[in-house]
């Protein structure tokens, strides 16, 4: 049985997905926050808003996020209520 990573480093950076499903590590930028408008203030609280970079640390529950140079626990609740779109990992040759 073949399983699928899920590691979105290497989706083109139109496929918007949920924060949740986010391997650590990968950079991806907020495209939309989706739920109720005191969950979307809770979360911009913590940085985490529409166009903001965000790199997922550890997933789990709470997913602890890098955001604007802090490191942040989101329940994975809200985690899922955020759309982004993962950023492409530069070449190897360019690290």
């Given amino acids: 049985m073949v399983t699928q990573s899920r590691h979105f480093a290497d989706l083109p950076p139109a496929n918007p997905v949920l924060l949740t ?15 109720h408008c005191e969950d979307a203030l809770r979360l911009k609280a913590l940085g985490v808003c529409s166009g903001r970079t965000v790199q997922v640390a550890a997933a789990g529950d709470p997913l602890i996020v890098r955001v604007a140079g802090a490191r942040v626990g989101v329940s994975a609740r809200l985690a899922q209520q955020v759309s982004v779109v993962p950023q492409l990992a530069p070449p190897a040759a360019a690290r």
């Fill in 21 to 35: 499903d986010v391997s650590a590590g990968v950079m991806a930028r907020v495209t939309e926050i989706a739920g």
